[in-house]
């Protein structure tokens, strides 16, 4: 009888993540969620990684992989964790992640320094948008409205727009409408074992004003985010999309804004995904947009 390895489940933040300087301890594990929460305060250390602490009303965003004893272990000697009651500079705890299939428990690796709160909090708690927002250029993947250039013209930034890189896909996730606004549903990227398609920007530092006040991230509707986008074979990692930050049950969107995605996407992404974005209308709430 063969005995299964045990696996445990860790939550990263910092320089484990993707494409991250440390992932490379964790590549060959399963991920579980790419785009997941749990309740703490991001800080940056100063010394190239972040320190989390303990709240309850505060978010901090990463990914969540299965690891070996083997690869838990090398993640302890990373996090200076000698165990339980020892002078650790992270302490290793159990927390509830919350994930876009439900929540579920996972190691996660706290600050222990009491100095912590001394240093600079890392706004949206995700380390990733610390590290890539202040690019001076950055790539945006667009997946709802913002693929169509009607809003860009009446608002006076469709020149900020102009520079368009291609048809980008994106793995494991799909589009799912989990906004309620007062008019109906809007469209949000959800991890499935789906693919999306949208419209991949090159855009200037300046637009990410645009962008913040037409997605309401100061008021926490979307959040920005960073993942991995492949346009015509070739990936680009760390690019910047918009995420739902409280995600309800789908409802239907009203027809002007299924009328802008599907104007944006008509031409630019691949004929089956187009029509999949129509059928999944039909399917799901009842359009017919034929």
Request: charged fraction near 25%; charge should be negative; hydrophobic fraction near 35%.
């Amino acid at each position: 009888m063969i005995e299964m390895e045990s696996v445990y489940r860790v939550f990263v933040y910092g320089t484990l993540r993707k494409h991250e300087s440390n992932h490379y301890l964790i590549e060959k594990a399963k991920c579980v969620s790419s785009q997941c929460w749990t309740n703490g305060i991001l800080y940056d250390t100063g010394n190239g990684y972040p320190g989390m602490a303990a709240s309850t009303s505060k978010r901090v965003y990463g990914e969540v992989y299965e690891v070996t004893a083997k690869q838990l272990k090398q993640l302890d000697v990373l996090e200076g964790y000698e165990g339980e009651g020892m002078d650790n500079l992270y302490d290793r705890i159990t927390q509830v992640v919350h994930t876009d299939f439900g929540t579920i428990e996972a190691y996660v690796y706290v600050y222990t320094s009491e100095t912590i709160y001394e240093l600079d909090e890392i706004r949206f708690g995700d380390w990733k948008c610390h590290r890539y927002l202040q690019q001076d250029e950055l790539l945006y993947f667009a997946y709802g409205s913002c693929m169509d250039d009607e809003r860009f013209k009446r608002d006076n930034v469709k020149h900020q727009f102009e520079r368009v890189l291609g048809c980008g896909i994106v793995k494991n996730y799909s589009v799912a409408y989990t906004r309620k606004a007062r008019d109906g549903g809007r469209a949000d990227l959800i991890e499935s074992a789906e693919h999306a398609e949208g419209k991949v920007y090159h855009i200037s530092h300046e637009t990410l004003d645009y962008l913040y006040r037409r997605e309401g991230v100061a008021a926490q509707i979307y959040r920005p985010a960073f993942i991995t986008v492949i346009i015509d074979g070739i990936i680009y990692k760390n690019v910047l999309t918009f995420l739902v930050v409280d995600k309800e049950e789908e409802v239907a969107p009203p027809l002007h804004y299924v009328t802008e995605i599907l104007r944006g996407a008509k031409g630019f992404v691949s004929d089956n995904y187009y029509q999949m974005l129509v059928d999944d209308m039909h399917h799901k709430f009842g359009m017919n947009l034929q």
